[in-house]
């Protein structure tokens, strides 16, 4: 399976891969498989490329903050790493324009969903690892890493938890509303409370990330109040 662009892409991210197939695992979409009877596909590569950007983000950010503590690392860590921050750095490669999606999934609002987006670059990271070792892949990765000299932490959960325990003395209490979406597009609707009383709601692909949008929108509130 080989794609006429893909030299553009290879040029766009600066790495050439020894063995296309390789990348073409790594943008193919399960729901393209399972439409062509193609047995690979990427969610194995999305799970190596997300072990190899963590141990290269953990890196760098010890070496950048030699005085940080652990909490901080790890808060700083968690903000690159989000769904969030890598599908930004898969837009500006444009990771989505190569996608193979299955025809039922493939319209131009998928090609540029969060966790779509957050998928491919971690199977993409894989990729590299894969086909060319750590060196390749770290290069590929601090192209983006190095842009990041302020990191500003937007951990809403922990920042609701401090305001409000300073308020209320009491901790908020979070609630799924609904589910709703296909299995491989799972959202949820999550709101929070503090003693019974409504703050805010919020939706996400997983129950963490629909507190985080959730906790979000009570800041706003509480602090208007």
Not at 52 to 67: C, D, F, G, K, Q
Not at 206 to 218: F, G, H, I, L, V
Request: glycine residues 8%; proline residues 2%; hydrophobic residues 35%.
């Amino acid at each position: 399976m080989l794609n006429k662009n893909w030299g553009k892409l290879q040029e766009v991210i600066k790495y050439e891969f020894g063995d296309p197939e390789i990348l073409a695992t790594a943008l193919t979409h399960k729901s393209y498989s399972a439409e062509i009877g193609v047995g690979n596909y990427n969610e194995r590569m999305e799970f190596l490329g997300d072990s190899v950007l963590s141990a290269i983000v953990a890196e760098t950010l010890y070496l950048r903050y030699p005085r940080e503590n652990e909490g901080k690392l790890s808060q700083f860590k968690a903000q690159i790493i989000s769904a969030r921050n890598l599908s930004a750095w898969a837009r500006e490669v444009d990771l989505g324009g190569y996608i193979y999606l299955g025809k039922s999934e493939d319209t131009k609002e998928a090609r540029q969903r969060e966790s779509l987006l957050c998928d491919v670059f971690e199977a993409v990271t894989g990729a590299i690892y894969l086909d060319g070792g750590f060196e390749n892949v770290k290069k590929f990765v601090l192209r983006f890493l190095n842009d990041c000299r302020e990191i500003e932490i937007t951990d809403y959960k922990s920042r609701l938890q401090e305001i409000l325990q300073s308020i209320y003395k009491e901790l908020p209490k979070y609630k799924i509303i609904k589910e709703f979406g296909p299995d491989h597009n799972k959202k949820f609707e999550v709101a929070v409370y503090i003693k019974s009383k409504f703050l805010g709601k919020g939706v996400g692909n997983t129950r963490k990330k629909a507190q985080q949008s959730a906790a979000e929108q009570a800041m706003k509130n509480v602090k208007t109040e």
